[in-house]
T-cell receptor
Framework: DTAVSQTPKYLVTQMGNDKSIKCEQN?????MYWYKQDSKKFLKIMFS???????INETVPNRFSPKSPDKAHLNLHINSLELGDSAVYFC?????????????FGQGTRLTVV | SQQGEEDPQALSIQEGENATMNCSYK?????LQWYRQNSGRGLVHLIL?????REKHSGRLRVTLDTSKKSSSLLITASRAADTASYFC???????????FGAGTRLTVKP
């Protein structure tokens, strides 16, 4: 069974559209994250959710909004897509706090805005 | 904001050689982790070292941590072509323990 799964794997869309990326984890973790990886491979944290509560929200445009229906899911909604949003988006999950904070990552969603 | 910074940005070696990658960070940490990313894939956790540890081993991997210098190194011994990937360090900092990554070191192991 896939531990962290995100869909779709590829997403090509036009500027101005609204799109969503879904993420699910079956590890029983209490914290989920969204990361953006740009063309230079730099990973930037966007959001993390712990028990349905937004913990951090970096300097991310409010066009991006995370939605967590339950602690196993953290979806990413993006409104009014821009060319600069093109990147690979990774979902991850972990146990927050404690001694072991190893994170498990999904396979990524390659978003291309044209 | 970026926390870890890896160097070199790219490293190319022959199979059988050792590969050493370094990571520097800016603030105090609770632990530091190394991850591996194969091209087009997600990150995979390799090893975690706590701030009160100085060295840790896992198979062909050896990680050191120097909190006074705010730096860590990842050594891969007897490298294989299959070790070709990007390697990232990640740190947790402050009270929230959220992970911050650097830009990674791209390792190429030539057969």
């Amino acid at each position: 069974d896939t531990a962290v799964s995100q869909t779709p794997k590829y997403l090509v869309t036009q500027m101005g559209n609204d799109k969503s990326i879904k993420c699910e984890q079956n590890l029983g973790h209490d914290t989920m994250y969204w990361y953006k990886q740009d063309s230079k491979k730099f990973l930037k944290i966007m959001f993390s959710y712990n028990n349905k509560e937004l913990i951090i929200n970096e300097t991310v445009p409010n066009r991006f909004s995370p939605k967590s229906p339950d602690k196993a899911h953290l979806n990413l909604h993006i409104n009014s897509l821009e060319l600069g949003d093109s990147a690979v988006y990774f979902c991850a999950s972990s146990h927050r706090g404690g001694l072991n904070t190893e994170a498990f990552f999904g396979q990524g969603t390659r978003l291309t805005v044209v | 904001s970026q926390q870890g910074e890896e160097d070199p940005q790219a490293l190319s070696i022959q199979e059988g050689e050792n590969a050493t990658m370094n990571c520097s960070y800016k603030t105090s940490i609770n632990n530091l982790q190394w991850y591996r990313q194969n091209s087009g894939r997600g990150l995979v956790h390799l090893i975690l070292i706590r701030s009160n540890e100085r060295e840790k081993h896992s198979g062909r991997l050896r990680v050191t941590l120097d909190t006074s210098k705010k730096s860590s190194s990842l050594l891969i011994t007897a490298s294989r072509a299959a070790d070709t990937a990007s390697y990232f360090c990640a740190t947790d900092a402050g009270n929230n323990n959220d992970m911050r990554f650097g830009a990674g070191t791209r390792l190429t192991v030539k057969p």
